[in-house]
């Protein structure tokens, strides 16, 4: 039976990556026609970034079933640390290897910031942890908000008051501005990173459920008091789900902000967090590959609809309630696996003849 289950996941990581490299191969050879448009070749990146939030994002809320709603602090998080650390590494190392350790940068940051913020909060259940993360996200974005850095020939000088409190000689150069952000990022994310980065996701993700740090984060969201009752250590296996969501989010935001060469706080707001928590549940709670799918599908969707003109936002709306009945309907689940039980009848009947 254990045998049995272990390959049935192992084909369903496989179908997942097949998904992806298929998108990949299509996207650039489509692309190598000439025939995707800049405005779509504009969102190959962030769509790259949201598919990496959303399997992320349903680690913690899908797997260990806690709704968080500021998974867009961890982002920005890694973000203004990747931008930071590529800043101040562009004149003296390798593009790559600059883009390397800024990646790694915003994902450390993340992670110990996720780390930190886990260890009082999953105390925490319900509805009193969605409220406490929508907080903690809403509070990151205003001090990275009133967050200045400068740098000059003496070091680094921080403040949270204002850009002239820096104290910065006539070498010096402001990196982190306030509300204003960082400026003069080197543009260096690609889809092929993205590409790279969501296989490292789907690898990282797919690896821990099926382990069994990720058997006792399940039992957790199954049965609290009984995964409690057999020995399982609550605190220690919530903080790793936390904290490795935390993580990749933190990446993707790393990734993300390697797409502007101006980022600031308040692109990760309160309703980039919401947008997110739509992705998870329009492809399921708990399906990584749903949510791959919903994160790619939901992102391009408003730019292929521009056509529709006032009525494009509306035509999104139906499509986005349409997905989310086809996903969370038990009649049309039951409906599903009923049609999918006779496709695979079907085609042993067929491999027997």
């Keep these: 039976m254990k045998i049995k289950s272990l390959n049935h996941n192992f084909r369903r990581s496989l179908v997942t990556y097949g998904i992806v490299i298929a998108a990949f191969a299509v996207i650039q050879i489509i692309s190598g026609m000439g025939m995707l448009t800049n405005s779509l070749s504009g969102q190959l990146v962030p769509i790259c970034a949201y598919i990496i939030m959303a399997v992320s994002l349903n680690l913690t809320v899908g ?3 806690e709704l968080s709603l500021g998974h867009a602090g961890f982002m920005s998080v890694g973000a203004f640390m990747g931008a930071f650390v590529s800043v ?29 913020i886990g260890i009082p909060v999953l105390r925490l259940q319900g509805d009193y942890l969605a409220i406490v993360t929508l907080a903690f996200g809403e509070i ?11 740098r000059d020939a003496s070091g680094f000088h921080f403040s949270l008051k204002d850009a002239p409190s820096l104290n910065l000689d ?21 889809f092929t990173l993205g590409f790279v980065l969501i296989l490292i996701t789907l690898a990282i993700v797919q690896n821990l459920i099926d382990s069994r740090t990720g058997r006792a984060i399940m039992s957790i969201r199954d ?13 220690k296996y919530k903080l790793i789900g936390f904290s490795v969501s935390a993580a990749l989010a933190g990446l993707a935001g790393a990734m993300y902000a390697h797409n502007f060469s101006t980022l600031v706080a308040r692109k990760f707001d309160y309703n980039t967090s919401i ?5 998870i549940v329009v492809g399921g709670l708990g399906n990584i590959r749903g949510s791959v799918i919903a994160a790619a599908a939901l992102t391009v969707l408003p730019e ?37 039980a006779k496709l695979t009848r079907g085609q042993a009947d067929g491999k027997g003849a």
């Design 304 to 340: 292929l609809l521009r056509g529709f003109s006032d009525y494009r936002m509306l035509v999104y709306a139906v499509v986005l309630i349409v997905m989310m009945l086809f996903n969370q309907s038990p009649q049309l689940a039951a409906w599903r696996r009923k049609w999918t």
């Design 63 to 65: 797997i260990l079933g």
């Design 223 to 235: 049965n609290r008091i009984a995964a409690e009752s057999v020995g399982v250590n609550i605190t």
């Design 140 to 150: 990151i974005k205003n001090l990275l908000n009133s967050f200045y850095v400068g």
């Design 170 to 190: 006539e070498t010096g150069e402001i990196i982190i501005n306030g509300a204003q952000g960082i400026t003069g990022m080197p543009r260096s994310a690609t």
């Design 275 to 279: 947008l997110v928590l739509v992705f």
């Design 88 to 116: 101040c590494l562009t004149d003296v190392m390798p593009g790559w290897l600059s883009l390397t350790l800024a990646l790694l940068a915003g994902t450390a940051a993340a992670a110990v910031i996720g780390l930190l």
